[in-house]
């Protein structure tokens, strides 16, 4: 992208931005943003995730064999989106494209505008967790993108490289916007259940149980979080990583969800990740407190984290599906690089015609 070409993109997209920065969204009365006594960020419940001591329980049990093996790659379903219709968004009363990226990467296409959740298009994060399928876009494929939303900042949800160059305004949780001053990123950085616009499209960061930190010393000194973004004719909730928790509810009860795009991976050993993620189980449960019209599932298949086979969180979601009575078409877990659309009043997806696969 030519340097005044980006420049213009980046003045109207801060216009955009500050027009609409830290309005009041559907916060509960009297909430004010939980803290410690030195400023940190806390969950709602206000209860800290596992520590160090219990990160290295983890690997020594690993050492000795007490955990679950499985091999880091697993194969991955992975198709090959309709290029020429990705580089046009639906307009206003034509509600939603949603394309899996992979991972928590999504590309949210609504109102003419164009989003990217949780861009992560690297090879590998923190250096040393190789990707295990290539991203469902490539680069030289990638529409315009309006803003980025990043729900946190470890190394699989917030990857600087990508950030810088993609290039897009950022928005993100209170504390994130030091992280990535030194990268001349516009970034606005917002609070739970605070809202900012982008043209027509309304984006709230509400609450998720879980933490933050890049280093040794920086735990919770960035916000976490999930989005709502809301269009004229559709809703999208991108719930970040997250544990289970009340959340849920209350965000189901202040925004009408057409769209729910939940985690299902990064859940062994229980005992440490029960904290910090959703088993597939749990995000069913969390799909029907939003009472949201369609389950897209992320967060599994691209990156090894856990110790929980790559490919089994959609078995088990399935399984939970069928006991559960949930209709198919409600629950859909995507390919790499598949898309559906979405529109109220239905909110029930679509498949596009995906005719060829690819690797």
């Known amino acids: 992208m030519a340097p005044l070409t980006r420049a213009l993109r980046l003045a109207a997209a801060a216009a955009l931005l500050a027009a609409g920065a830290a309005l009041a969204g559907g916060a509960p009365e009297g909430f004010v943003q939980p803290r410690d006594d030195d400023g940190r960020f806390l969950n709602l419940d206000r209860v800290p995730p596992r520590g160090f001591g219990a990160l290295l329980r983890w690997r020594w049990n690993r050492l000795l064999g007490r955990t679950t093996r499985a091999p880091d790659r697993a194969p991955v379903p992975r198709v090959e989106p309709d290029w020429a219709r990705l580089q046009v968004p639906p307009g206003p009363g034509e509600g939603v494209r949603l394309t899996w990226v992979g991972h928590a990467t999504w590309l949210v296409q609504l109102d ?64 994130t916007d030091r992280l990535l001053r030194r990268e001349r990123l516009l970034v606005t950085a917002l609070g739970w259940w605070q809202s900012t616009q982008v043209g027509p499209v309304r984006i709230t960061f509400v609450p998720a149980q879980h933490f933050a930190q890049r280093g040794l010393f920086d735990r919770n000194e960035r916000l976490w979080g999930g989005f709502v973004i809301e269009g004229s004719s559709a809703t999208v909730y991108h719930a970040g990583d997250t544990a289970y928790f009340p959340g849920f509810k209350q965000i189901g009860e202040r925004f009408r969800i057409d769209a729910a795009l939940l985690p ?64 198919a078409e409600r629950v859909r877990v995507l390919p790499v690089g598949g898309s559906v659309e979405l529109r109220r009043p239905a909110a029930v997806a679509v498949p596009l015609d995906l005719p060829r696969r690819g690797d």
Do not use: C
Not at 271 to 298: C, I, N, R, Y
């Open 264 to 327: 299902i991976g990064a859940y062994d050993p229980r005992w440490f990740m029960l904290a910090v993620h959703l088993s597939p189980e749990q995000a069913l449960q969390a799909f029907e407190d939003l009472k949201a019209g369609t389950f897209l599932a992320m967060h599994w298949g691209t990156f090894k984290l856990s110790d929980e086979p790559l490919d089994e969180p959609p078995r088990l979601l399935e399984a939970e599906r069928v006991r559960r009575g949930l209709p």
């Open 112 to 175: 003419g505008r164009s989003f990217l959740t949780d861009p992560v298009m690297s090879d590998a994060i923190a250096g040393f967790i190789p990707r295990n399928v290539p991203p469902g876009i490539p680069w030289e494929k990638m529409p315009h993108i309006d803003a980025a939303l990043v729900s946190h900042d470890h190394y699989d949800h917030l990857d600087v490289p990508t950030l810088a160059r993609l290039g897009a305004p950022v928005i993100a949780g209170l504390g």
